[in-house]
Nanobody
Framework: QLQLVESGGGLVQPGGSLRLSCAASKYILDYYTIGWFRQAPGKEREGVACISSSGGSTNYADSVKGRFTISRDNAKNTVYLQMSSLKPEDTAVYYC???????????????WGQGTQVTVSS
C-alpha cells in the first residue's frame, strides 16, 4: 500500500527547530526514495530533501543545506526531516512523497501525503 502520513508540523519561532515525520509502509521504505517538499501560498511546490531506499544517498535544496537533515528509521518505518535555524520563509505546507530517483524534482514523485503545516513566526 502506498500510503504516507506526515506529522510534526506546528508553530515555531525564528531560529527554532522542528522534526517532521513521514510514516510509510515497510514496502515503500525498502524499495523507494522518499522526498520532502513544501508549498507556500501562491508559490510552486519546492523540493526540500530526499533520501534513497538504502539511506546511503541524500540530496538537499540549496535553501536548506546546513539547516535541514533527512534521515530514516527502518525499524519504525519512518522518514524524518529535522529542521533547525528556521526562518519565516520556511513557512509552508510540507509533504512527503514516493519516488524512484534521488532528486528534489516534484515531477519525479508520484504518491503524496496529505501535508503538515509549518509556520515560522514570532
Amino acid at each position: 500500500q502506498l500510503q504516507l502520513v506526515e506529522s510534526g508540523g506546528g508553530l515555531v519561532q525564528p531560529g527554532g527547530s522542528l522534526r517532521l515525520s513521514c510514516a510509510a509502509s515497510k514496502y515503500i521504505l525498502d524499495y523507494y526514495t522518499i522526498g520532502w517538499f513544501r508549498q507556500a501560498p501562491g508559490k510552486e511546490r519546492e523540493g526540500v530533501a530526499c533520501i534513497s531506499s538504502s539511506g546511503g544517498s541524500t540530496n538537499y535544496a540549496d535553501s536548506v543545506k546546513g539547516r535541514f537533515t533527512i534521515s530514516r528509521d527502518n525499524a519504525k518505518n519512518t522518514v524524518y526531516l529535522q529542521m533547525s535555524s528556521l526562518k519565516p520563509e520556511d513557512t509552508a505546507v510540507y509533504y512527503c512523497a514516493v519516488g524512484v530517483v534521488t532528486t528534489t524534482l516534484a515531477s519525479d514523485y508520484h504518491y503524496w501525503g496529505q501535508g503538515t503545516q509549518v509556520t515560522v513566526s514570532s
